[in-house]
């Protein structure tokens, strides 16, 4: 087992296998039928065995129990599986290139509308809702209207609003390009939030507007607000530029966009939103040296600014990757700070580690002995990570 298998699986909670709330049906037709009958709409997953923002959707967000019962009462659940029976045909009739994919049909098996990739409660819950509005419908009025409204900047405003809803960016962008050609037209505060809102790419007119006009922005919205905003704009672009991302070079070509448009912006603003990035389980970066250099400078100096949901991945990473003493203190010192605040079976088993490689190996024992607490008590099968680790050499 090698040390980016061992970090994914600490910092995911791959080793927790929990029954998904979320009762699915395997086969299409089936599900048709039942919708039909109780005239419901259909939800379909469509997954592989070896994704793992597949598993990881069934494990935390069908397991929420305001997903299970929204989806019970208004769908029909199917997953589908592309590499069994039945499951290949599904995916090239509904071109599927991406898992997850998550479709949408209403009870008589139109496709109604769709979105890619691994969806967050709030992300889930959104497309669900939009399916209720009849989005093909609603693609077909906007783009019938096109051209006769195309420099009516309130129907580019409406139309932008909707792809963003249904998730076509791409149009969006577009879109947006059009409506920098009328912003003359609005009120400025207008065009200002409307920059502010949709803004995505530096190669698009209103990225330049935001450029051009910052110190505008700056006084009506807060510098650290923009600067925010021009991070992510930056960091994103950056990051999808690369076909394997790794942290060193996109610390690096930050740094360099910083440069390049004059932002007066420091390590203390970029090093959270990276993190963020970084130790996301979604996104497969780069398992080396500055991936854990960058950790133990994050949890150092920035801690208090990462989101929370990250920080279990930079300690994971941390309590695999390395034997300095200082740098395992430093993660000793924030995994403390998450079990005072919530405990669980992953961050107890982080810890033993962390205490097994500062030597305090009866307290790592303990540390074991608590996170299959934890694990019990919330209905989880725990393998001690600390134990998978010795029995792999990376610890003596």
């Given at each position: 087992m090698n040390v980016?298998?061992?970090?994914?699986?600490?910092?995911?909670?791959?080793?927790?296998?929990?029954?998904?709330?979320?009762?699915?049906?395997?086969?299409?037709?089936?599900?048709?039928?039942?919708?039909?009958?109780?005239?419901?709409?259909?939800?379909?997953?469509?997954?592989?065995?070896?994704?793992?923002?597949?598993?990881?959707?069934?494990?935390?967000?069908?397991?929420?129990?305001?997903?299970?019962?929204?989806?019970?009462?208004?769908?029909?659940?199917?997953?589908?599986?592309?590499?069994?029976?039945?499951?290949?045909?599904?995916?090239?009739?509904?071109?599927?290139?991406?898992?997850?994919?998550?479709?949408?049909?209403?009870?008589?098996?139109?496709?109604?509308?769709?979105?890619?990739?691994?969806?967050?409660?709030?992300?889930?819950?959104?497309?669900?809702?939009m399916s209720f509005r009849n989005p093909n419908q609603?693609?077909?009025?906007?783009?019938?209207?096109?051209?006769?409204?195309?420099?009516?900047?309130?129907?580019?405003?409406?139309?932008?609003?909707?792809?963003?809803?249904?998730?076509?960016?791409?149009?969006?962008?577009?879109?947006?390009?059009?409506?920098?050609?009328?912003?003359?037209?609005?009120?400025s505060l207008e065009w200002m939030d409307f920059v502010v809102q949709f803004v995505h790419s530096e190669d698009s007119k209103i990225f330049n507007l935001l450029k051009k006009n910052k110190p505008a922005f700056d006084r009506v919205y807060g510098k650290e607000v923009i600067d925010n905003l021009f991070l992510d704009i930056i960091i994103n672009n950056e990051m999808w530029a690369m076909r394997k991302p790794a942290t060193e070079k996109l610390l690096s070509k930050t740094r360099k966009k910083i440069s390049k448009y004059k932002l007066d912006i420091g390590d203390d603003q970029v090093y959270p939103p990276l993190a963020n990035r970084i130790f996301n389980t979604e996104i497969p970066f780069e398992s080396d040296d500055a991936r854990y250099v960058f950790a133990v400078k994050t949890l150092s100096d920035y801690s208090d600014k990462v989101n929370p949901t990250t920080l279990p991945a930079m300690i994971a990473t941390v309590a695999v990757y390395t034997t300095d003493q200082n740098s395992l203190t430093v993660a000793n010192r924030e995994v403390d700070k998450l079990i005072a605040s919530k405990p669980s079976m992953t961050l107890h088993d982080v810890k033993s580690i962390l205490l097994y490689k500062l030597g305090e190996k009866e307290e790592s024992y303990r540390q074991v002995a608590l996170a299959q607490k934890y694990a019990l008590e919330a209905g989880q099968t725990y393998k001690s990570s600390l134990a998978i680790m010795k029995k792999s050499g990376l610890v003596e």
């Open positions: 980016v298998f061992l970090v994914l699986l600490l910092h995911s909670s791959s080793f927790a296998q929990v029954k998904s709330g979320l009762a699915f049906l395997g086969d299409f037709d089936q599900a048709k039928k039942l919708a039909s009958a109780e005239e419901k709409f259909i939800f379909v997953q469509v997954c592989t065995d070896w994704s793992q923002p597949c598993e990881e959707m069934s494990r935390t967000v069908f397991n929420d129990p305001e997903v299970s019962k929204f989806f019970e009462k208004r769908f029909v659940s199917v997953r589908i599986n592309t590499e069994r029976r039945g499951g290949i045909r599904f995916g090239r009739q509904y071109k599927i290139g991406s898992f997850p994919t998550l479709l949408y049909f209403d009870s008589e098996g139109e496709l109604l509308h769709r979105i890619e990739g691994f969806a967050n409660k709030d992300r889930l819950m959104q497309s669900a809702d609603q693609a077909k009025i906007f783009k019938d209207d096109y051209r006769k409204l195309k420099n009516d900047p309130r129907y580019l405003r409406d139309y932008i609003m909707f792809c963003e809803e249904t998730e076509d960016y791409e149009l969006a962008d577009k879109l947006s390009n059009q409506y920098a050609k009328q912003i003359s037209k609005m009120d």
